[in-house]
């Protein structure tokens, strides 16, 4: 028996594949564009290839993120905080505030016993998520990246003054222009938005174990900055981008059990990897 | 000796007027650019070539805006708040309320019968509520600034921004301009997010009629147009919006230079 769990974020989807034993088979990452849905057929064409698998092998299939509605392929749609929660707690048992912070929103969830029991989640205004970074980069003239690499050279810290990520922008190109070292601006990028990440997260109240994933969280300056404006330890999970494709896998796998020992069918939608378009 | 000049230099335009006894005699407005400081010089420059002056015909000259330290020329500086209430007040004395859409904010003034500022709000951290929403926009649909009124005038359908985030708003007129929905409603829809942004700035001072509408914003005619049903009122238009706080700062080095 195998599960699978498709995660479309805005920037990035990923699946994951698992075997009864919870064993990753194989996992794949692909950056989201405009059609999800081909994309979601090519992203699973891989995985399954790189697993060995048919698409007919794999028992029950859980999309998650917000372009879930758009696997066709897919048993069923889970909310991606549901999906990080288990993914979260499945790799860190201990973890009781997730802080997720993705290209288009950021997520602060407390966790009990492996049970989401609240949140918070900011998809209204780019700077708090890591759209702000993606668009300073560019007007820096730098790679995303490197970023972490680079505010890491630091030598001192710089108040980025304008809290929307487009005057922010501005401000960036005028730093340079002044003769602002790079290093320090870009610092001081990840401390802009460590620090708006940081206010969210405190309105949940933050607890013990704190986890990190998303994409951001695979910039070790952002971490370090994150670190800084929480004040404790932050653990991050050696994939940050997969968790929640891995919870909907863990997901899948439980709602699958379970439906099987009380002898019940599961509903199964057609495992045709078809090329579907966006309008149908 | 009785040249006066205001120059109120902002964070995309630069702004400038020469008046005499109170009179409008030139105008003129660049591009802000990265130096504020040859701005300014450029803008005086030109003033005093329209009029066929020399510097030394000018009595004073007060700076204002954002880069208003980089007029190393003027006699003073002026905040832009009593700026913009004293340009609008001389060019619509019953304006009781004015809103302001510049690039990096929008201000709401309330006036006094004088013309003097009752109370103001600034709205400066956020791109979605000032008229930089608008450039964000006109870029994605290559379309010029000054374009951006008239066409979305002739949108039937406007579309439902789900977000107030310049940045988001602009990843989402991709999306609709794949999806081919016209130009038009993209930027009415634009025009529909601002005006409800700039409505309820106004709501919080309260609007007091009539209202007047000024800054680069007021050149939007659906922008205005928008506003006004939304607020459910007329605004007051002056011929030539960019240059009211400009005007203001003129006719503040008028009065500061015959009260001495």
């Known amino acids: 028996m195998y599960f699978a769990g498709v995660d479309i974020g805005s920037t990035m989807t990923k699946v994951v594949l698992m075997d009864k034993s919870g064993n990753l088979l194989s996992t794949v990452k692909g950056p989201t564009g405009p059609e999800h849905r081909q994309l979601a057929n090519e992203v699973m064409r891989q995985a399954l290839e790189q697993a060995s698998l048919q698409i007919d092998d794999i028992s029950y299939i859980v999309a998650t993120?917000?372009?879930?509605?758009?696997?066709p392929f897919a048993d069923r749609q889970i909310t991606e905080l549901s999906c990080h929660a288990r993914g979260v707690s499945s790799l860190f048992p201990s973890v009781r505030t997730a802080?997720?912070?993705?290209?288009?929103?950021?997520?602060?969830?407390?966790?009990?016993?492996?049970?989401?029991?609240?949140?918070?989640?900011?998809?209204?205004?780019?700077?708090?998520?890591?759209?702000?970074?993606?668009?300073?980069?560019?007007?820096?003239?730098?790679?995303?990246?490197?970023?972490?690499?680079?505010?890491?050279?630091?030598?001192?810290?710089?108040?980025?003054?304008?809290?929307?990520?487009i005057f922010a922008q501005q401000e960036v190109v005028a730093l340079l222009s002044r003769g602002e070292n790079l290093e320090n601006i870009v610092a001081g990028l990840h401390g802009a938005l460590a620090s708006r990440v940081?206010?969210?997260?405190?309105?949940?109240?933050?607890?013990?174990?704190?986890?990190?994933?998303?994409?951001?969280?695979?910039?070790?300056?952002?971490?370090?900055?994150?670190?800084?404006?929480?004040?404790?330890?932050?653990?991050?999970?050696?994939?940050?981008?997969?968790?929640?494709?891995?919870?909907?896998a863990i997901l899948a796998s439980e709602t699958y059990m379970k439906a099987v020992a009380k002898s019940e069918a599961l509903p199964t939608k057609s495992r045709r990897l078809e090329k579907a378009t966006f309008f149908s | 000796m009785s040249w006066f000049i205001g120059i109120d230099i902002g964070s995309a335009y630069s702004k400038g007027v020469i008046i005499k006894d109170f009179e409008l005699v030139a105008s003129h407005v660049i591009i802000s650019g990265a130096n504020y400081r040859t701005s300014a010089e450029a803008i005086r420059t030109e003033l005093i070539r329209q009029v066929n002056l020399s510097q030394d015909?000018?009595?004073?000259?007060?700076?204002?805006?954002?880069?208003?330290d980089n007029v190393y020329f003027a006699g003073q500086k002026?905040?832009?708040?009593?700026?913009?209430?004293?340009?609008?007040?001389?060019?619509?004395?019953?304006?009781?309320?004015?809103?302001?859409?510049?690039?990096?904010?929008?201000?709401?003034?309330?006036?006094?019968?004088?013309?003097?500022?009752?109370?103001?709000?600034?709205?400066?951290?956020?791109?979605?509520?000032?008229?930089?929403?608008?450039?964000?926009?006109?870029?994605?649909?290559?379309?010029?600034?000054?374009?951006?009124?008239?066409?979305?005038?002739?949108?039937?359908?406007?579309?439902?921004?789900?977000?107030?985030?310049?940045?988001?708003?602009?990843?989402?007129?991709?999306?609709?301009?794949?999806?081919?929905?016209?130009?038009?409603?993209?930027a009415a829809g634009v025009n529909k997010a601002l005006a409800s942004k700039i409505s309820s700035l106004v709501k919080k001072l309260?609007?007091?009629?009539?209202?007047?509408?000024?800054?680069?914003?007021?050149?939007?005619?659906?922008?205005?147009?928008?506003?006004?049903?939304?607020?459910?009122?007329?605004?007051?238009?002056?011929?030539?919006?960019?240059?009211?706080?400009a005007l203001g700062a003129a006719i503040i080095a008028t009065t500061s230079a015959t009260s001495e």
């Open chain 1, 65 to 71: 993120g917000y372009g879930r509605l758009n696997v």
């Open chain 1, 99 to 165: 802080i997720d912070i993705g290209g288009q929103d950021a997520k602060c969830m407390k966790i009990d016993k492996g049970r989401l029991t609240n949140f918070v989640m900011n998809d209204k205004c780019a700077a708090g998520t890591g759209r702000f970074l993606e668009v300073t980069a560019t007007a820096l003239g730098i790679e995303l990246d490197d970023m972490g690499d680079i505010s890491l050279k630091a030598t001192k810290k710089i108040q980025i003054s304008n809290l929307c990520t």
């Open chain 1, 198 to 248: 940081a206010a969210l997260a405190r309105r949940l109240g933050i607890e013990p174990d704190v986890v990190l994933t998303g994409g951001v969280a695979k910039n070790t300056g952002m971490v370090r900055a994150m670190k800084g404006s929480l004040g404790c330890e932050l653990f991050v999970p050696e994939e940050p981008l997969l968790t929640g494709a891995l919870g909907a």
């Open chain 2, 57 to 68: 015909d000018i009595a004073n000259t007060v700076a204002t805006g954002a880069g208003a």
């Open chain 2, 78 to 186: 002026a905040s832009d708040i009593v700026c913009t209430a004293r340009g609008v007040h001389y060019v619509f004395p019953q304006a009781r309320t004015v809103i302001d859409v510049a690039s990096q904010s929008t201000k709401v003034i309330r006036l006094s019968g004088e013309g003097k500022v009752a109370n103001f709000t600034v709205s400066e951290k956020c791109a979605g509520g000032s008229g930089r929403f608008i450039e964000v926009i006109a870029n994605v649909l290559r379309i010029d600034l000054s374009d951006f009124g008239p066409l979305s005038a002739r949108s039937k359908t406007p579309i439902t921004f789900s977000t107030g985030c310049a940045v988001f708003g602009e990843s989402e007129a991709i999306t609709r301009i794949s999806e081919g929905i016209p130009k038009e409603d993209i």
């Open chain 2, 206 to 245: 309260k609007l007091e009629e009539p209202c007047a509408i000024c800054g680069g914003g007021a050149l939007n005619i659906a922008l205005v147009k928008t506003i006004e049903d939304v607020l459910n009122t007329t605004l007051l238009v002056p011929p030539n919006p960019q240059i009211v706080t």
